[in-house]
């Protein structure tokens, strides 16, 4: 006869034990889960940036960036008093002037808008939080490229870099503690070094905008400064498929001496960004670009997250990855509810 089957299940199954490793533990309270916490988001290590236009006399809303606005001089003051108010660690100006050319004149005018501002916002709160500017072409060319052209129409890298060295020495002139080189131009920060010390201003610091991508999370920002650029930046901004180039070029600007070194954009870049944050000798940042912020607006404005959430969550996440400060639009904000 064949033998009978068993429809027990295998004593094994019965018998498992109840787990004795449970990671919920340390889950069962808010005060537990505050104890534990991996990383914290203080308000000194969030930077707002900032907009200022020329010739307006009412701040301009932005219509892609909701809470962000093209600043006059004397809001942008209100609100760099409001952010140091806050606690935020810094605030990063960007120019958007009336007139502009194809060598961008107004970048190193000690009257063109950014260093207007620049001088401003030291006077008003440069005690209380760091004054930063982008030092960069796009805000200021007639063509909206961050660089000058040569005569095939191409970004002419080595004739930029003389451009930057200008602007570099009128932005410290202005006060500025702390330049955000985005141009992606080789040799940039070596350039602009040299350019500050020889001006002797050995005690500006250069902040590399490092890995920065040719992204279509700027989209915003380009609104933002009324940019005029047709066509894309990917003759000097790197490819998105790009892991390896971006902690090359980390590594190359702190070899030519920038005291910080970020990656932008921040979410779709997170490897990048613990990929540098692992061997960087120097800070490392990352800029939650305008792209990444109207998308969490957007989605929000449907009902489709919780916008605070989402914010605490992005934020907190690319200080995960290894950001020690992250440039944001929220960071009034996030340095309120932190507080
Ligand atoms: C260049 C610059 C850009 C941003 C910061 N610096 C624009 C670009 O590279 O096209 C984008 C920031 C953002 O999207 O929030 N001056």
Not at 208 to 234: I, M, W
Request: aromatic fraction near 6%; glycine fraction near 8%.
């Amino acid at each position: 006869a064949a033998p009978a089957i068993d429809p027990a299940p295998p004593r094994r199954t019965r018998s498992m034990m109840p787990p004795t490793v449970r990671p919920r533990r340390l889950r069962t309270t808010p005060a537990m889960r505050r104890l534990v916490a991996e990383t914290r988001v203080h308000p000194a290590e969030l930077i707002l940036p900032a907009f200022v236009r020329e010739g307006i006399s009412e701040p301009r809303a932005i219509g892609s960036m909701p809470g962000v606005l093209q600043h006059t001089l004397d809001s942008l003051r209100r609100a760099a008093a409001d952010a140091a108010e806050a606690g935020v660690g810094g605030i990063m100006l960007f120019g958007v002037p009336a007139v502009r050319d194809a060598h961008g004149s107004a970048a190193d005018d000690p009257e063109g808008i950014l260093n207007l501002a620049t001088r401003a916002v030291v006077s008003e709160a440069g005690d209380a939080l760091v004054v930063q500017t982008d030092l960069c072409l796009d805000e200021f060319t007639d063509h909206g490229h961050c660089g000058v052209l040569d005569a095939r129409g191409a970004v002419a890298n080595d004739a930029t870099l003389d451009r930057y060295r200008a602007m570099a020495v009128a932005q410290a002139d202005a006060g500025s503690a702390l330049l955000g080189l985005s141009g992606m131009m080789d040799g940039q920060v070596a350039a602009v070094r040299e350019a500050l010390d020889e001006a002797g201003h050995q005690d500006t610091a250069v902040l590399g905008y490092s890995a920065k991508y040719a992204s279509a999370f700027y989209g915003p920002f380009r609104e933002a400064v009324d940019s005029q650029l047709t066509g894309d930046r990917r003759s000097y901004q790197q490819d998105p498929a790009n892991r390896r180039e971006g902690l090359r070029e980390a590594e190359l600007d702190v070899a030519e001496g920038a005291d910080i070194v970020m990656v932008k954009p921040a979410m779709s870049y997170l490897d990048v960004l613990a990929d540098v944050a692992a061997t960087s000798p120097v800070p490392v940042w990352a800029y939650q670009v305008s792209g990444e912020a109207a998308m969490i607006e957007a989605a929000a404005a449907n009902g489709w997250i919780d916008r605070r959430r989402a914010i605490e969550e992005s934020v907190v996440s690319i200080k995960r990855a290894g950001a020690d400060a992250v440039l944001s639009y929220f960071a009034v904000e996030l340095a309120g509810w932190i507080r």
